[in-house]
């Protein structure tokens, strides 16, 4: 089934029916055609999902859950600079995809892509016309619509969810999304129940399968507990997860505990928890994480480039 938002869009759990065919651009502030700050080759996701040459991301701008701390915020927010937007049409897209696919590891990363899940189809109908066929991850801030994600059925290979919030006060606080823990529990069943709960990997590159991330969030190892303790109640056994300590103030101005980075205490705690748990497939990141990763969307061929 072919996505369209017409007059009045709901492809995700905002709902907000904005009509963005007329211009009149909802929650996210995105338009009705594609918007990309970037298309580039990116080695610093997970293992399996990088390889050995990176992954073809292709890095979509505004976003439907508008998090305080985005570490993307340039892209991100409802009004972004027109300096940052790259690419604007899906033949563009497609045209930079089809050029970095060959260098890559055959992986193609849909960063944020909630709110243009609509055009998902017919990108891909784009590069298969071209002859490539492209493992495709659906990398995702985990605030899904499940309808939405059962219409992508079959064009999704690899879902990589966030899980960020077990707490709605905190989900509320920090992202004005006080239903996120119920959304994102159905979205990552939902994704589950497509691509199963495991890791399918090939000469050390994912094909298929589910990573779940959680961001440990300063002050906040509570709501990281109740993230890991579900999910360690919905996959006794296969989960790989990702537990990141990459959070840094990204612009001054944030309240406390915002304003600073995951301390160690902080990290090692959610870590013990995750292994008393069983949740010990998967990857940790080191305290400096936060230094490296500084995206800069003004440069256009590879906004990760140091």
Known sequence: MRLGIGHSCTLCPRRCHADRESGRHGYCGA???????????????????????????????????????????????????AGLLHFD???????????????????????????YAHLVEPLLDMLWQRGLHPTVVYNSSGYEDTRTLRSLEGLI?????????????????????????????AAILEMRRQVGS???VHDGVAYRGLIVRHLVLPGAVSNSVGCLDWLADQFPVGLRLS???????????????????????????????????????????SLEAGQNYRPDFAREENPFEQ
């Open 31 to 81: 338009p009705a055609g594609p918007l990309a700050a970037a298309v580039c080759l990116h080695r610093g996701e997970e293992p399996p999902i990088s390889g050995s040459h990176g992954i073809v991301n292709v890095f979509f701008a505004h976003c439907p859950l508008q998090c305080v701390y985005c570490q993307n915020h340039a892209i991100s927010g409802r009004h972004v600079d």
């Open 89 to 115: 049409t899906l033949e563009a897209i497609a045209d930079r995809v089809a050029a970095l696919l060959p260098r890559s590891s055959g992986l193609l990363g849909l960063v944020t892509a909630s709110h």
């Open 157 to 185: 290979d690899i879902y990589l969810p966030d899980f960020k919030y077990s707490s709605p006060d905190l989900a509320k606080a920090y992202s004005n999304a006080a239903d996120y823990p119920d959304t994102a529990r």
């Open 198 to 200: 495991g890791l399918k």
């Open 243 to 285: 537990l990141m300590a990459q959070y840094f103030p990204p612009r001054q101005g944030l309240p406390a505990p915002l304003d600073r980075c995951v301390e160690p205490q902080e990290y090692a705690a959610v870590l013990a928890h995750a292994a008393s748990l069983g949740l010990d497939e998967g990857w940790q990141q």
